[in-house]
């Protein structure tokens, strides 16, 4: 099932991650749950950032934490001393009160809007990465009002295909993010750049997709990145000194997937590190500051979602239903994508299965479903299902449809479970409505 030192089956056959007996969780906390194993998370977070400190040198991670945005996750990148990527105000702001250091913030998105933009220099954030010319106009324009220099990256489209679900690729010459190399688009966007008094043009970013396994495509994008650096400072004699390759790391979901152990995300980079350093020799570049933004690897594997079973309906010939009292509004991905999962009952975590079912949601929508044809043994109403791999585009993907309030999330660790997200309430849900007068 993908079990590990902290993820693993007690002598009663329960489920139990961080030292906790899921069915103790659910028992304490209710259900639907989110739980969230904190020396996953930091054993990740180090991974990364000792294997780019010893391998190369000059580099910071930058948790992605569009995949699990929440005070406690950038409390824990903070102690671990890395950076954070964010993509809207929400997330910084979510970043500010956790008291992230600006500075080791990137700022993405296609298009940043205006309040956003002035928001992120008000916080003093590190990096844009610009997206757009106007996007660089209106902050050229923010930072001269201030009197200061912003530290920008370009987000460059090296024309790299990750192999990979079609939705969810970013890279390809058909994309709302980045400027093409081949087209000429970004080196027209260095020069626009380069151009700005009040931005200081440091390097590229580049992202060419998620749930990536296949290291090839991350070398591949890598040297075409370091041959774009080779050819501006040729051309605009300008040499960057940053280099963002992105995150899109795979993780564990069923058996078809790889599962890599903690050493072979190191090793994964470290092919990552090879390729920088070949490149950077073949074209005569000083070695830049390299980033990466990981975020599906830090925090998915490190996530479960506990529900409990509730209606079963089997239609004889064709398939069985299990309902669980979650689904669409705390994992959409599976709506969206045809995400696969792994699930299992928390109480019986050793038994093989015996039949494939669906599991379905709660809502009011047919295409309510965590997944179809999962293996499990025989369930039964008021059983703990547990779906592993839920830690990442879970919760930061939930919503209220249906008015079903959006899971708690806790983080266990060494046998304690603490709350990090709080449930919401029947009152948290009317909290911002509004009755006007002639409706009362
Ligand atoms: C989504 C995203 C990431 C993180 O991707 P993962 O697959 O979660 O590692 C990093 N950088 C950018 C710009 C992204 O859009």
């Known amino acids: 099932m993908n079990?590990?030192?902290?993820?693993?089956?007690?002598?009663?056959?329960?489920?139990?991650?961080?030292?906790?007996?899921c069915i103790e969780l659910a028992r304490s906390f209710g259900t639907p749950l989110y739980v969230f194993d904190e020396d996953y998370i930091r054993g990740m977070m180090r991974i990364y950032r000792d294997t780019i400190a010893n391998e190369y040198g000059d580099g910071?991670?930058?948790?992605?934490?569009?995949?699990?945005?929440?005070?406690?996750?950038?409390?824990?990148?903070?102690?671990?001393?890395?950076?954070?990527?964010?993509?809207?105000?929400?997330e910084l702001y979510t970043a500010m009160q956790a008291g992230f250091p600006a500075e080791k913030i990137?700022?993405?998105?296609?298009?940043?809007?205006?309040?956003?933009?002035e928001y992120a220099l008000d916080c003093g954030i590190g990096y844009f990465a610009v997206d757009d010319p106007t996007e660089a106009d209106l902050l050229d324009r923010e930072c001269e009002k201030r009197?200061?220099?912003?530290?920008?990256?370009?987000?460059?489209?090296?024309?790299?295909?990750a192999h990979t679900h079609k939705f969810v690729q970013t890279a390809t010459p058909d994309s709302k993010f980045g400027f093409s190399v081949t087209s000429g688009a970004a080196e027209a966007m260095t020069k626009h750049l380069l151009g700005k008094r009040h931005l200081r043009l440091r390097g590229f970013h580049c992202h060419i997709g998620s749930q990536i396994f296949e290291k090839q495509s991350f070398c591949v994008a890598a040297e075409k990145c370091l041959a774009f650096m080779a050819d501006m400072k040729k051309k605009l004699s300008f040499e960057a000194d940053t280099l963002n390759l992105g995150g899109g790391f795979g993780i564990w979901y069923t058996d078809e997937d790889e599962k890599f152990t903690f050493d072979g995300y190191a090793a994964y980079l470290r092919a990552l590190i090879g390729a920088v350093k070949t490149g950077c020799a073949k074209y005569g570049l000083k070695a830049p500051k390299l980033m990466?933004?990981?975020?599906?690897?830090i925090v998915g594997e490190a996530g479960i979602t506990l529900y409990t079973v509730g209606a079963i309906k089997e239609i004889p010939g064709l398939r069985k239903?299990?309902?669980?009292?979650?689904?669409?509004?705390?994992?959409?991905?599976?709506?969206?994508?045809?995400?696969?999962?792994?699930?299992?009952?928390?109480?019986?975590?050793?038994?093989?299965?015996?039949?494939?079912?669906?599991?379905?949601g709660k809502c009011c929508e047919s295409g309510?479903?965590?997944?179809?044809?999962?293996?499990?043994?025989?369930?039964?109403?008021?059983?703990?299902?547990?779906?592993?791999?839920?830690?990442?585009?879970?919760y930061s993907m939930a919503s209220n449809y249906n008015r079903n309030p959006i899971p708690p999330a806790v983080l266990v660790k060494d046998g304690k479970a603490d709350y990090i997200v709080k449930?919401?309430?029947y009152e948290d849900l009317v909290r911002n409505d509004a009755l006007p007068a002639r409706l009362r």
């Open 3 to 21: 079990s590990r030192a902290t993820l693993c089956v007690n002598e009663k056959g329960h489920l139990t991650i961080g030292g906790c007996d």
């Open 60 to 90: 910071l991670v930058l948790y992605a934490s569009k995949a699990f945005s929440c005070e406690a996750m950038y409390a824990i990148a903070k102690q671990e001393k890395i950076g954070a990527d964010v993509v809207s105000g929400g």
């Open 106 to 117: 990137c700022m993405h998105g296609n298009n940043k809007l205006p309040r956003e933009i």
């Open 147 to 161: 009197g200061t220099v912003q530290n920008v990256l370009l987000r460059i489209n090296p024309g790299v295909e």
């Open 292 to 297: 990466i933004e990981p975020g599906r690897s």
């Open 321 to 360: 239903y299990v309902a669980i009292d979650g689904g669409m509004f705390d994992n959409p991905r599976f709506c969206l994508y045809e995400s696969k999962y792994t699930a299992l009952l928390a109480g019986r975590a050793n038994e093989q299965p015996t039949e494939f079912v669906s599991i379905a």
């Open 368 to 394: 309510d479903l965590i997944g179809v044809n999962m293996a499990l043994p025989r369930a039964e109403r008021g059983e703990i299902l547990a779906v592993l791999s839920t830690g990442a585009y879970n």
């Open 423 to 425: 449930p919401q309430s």
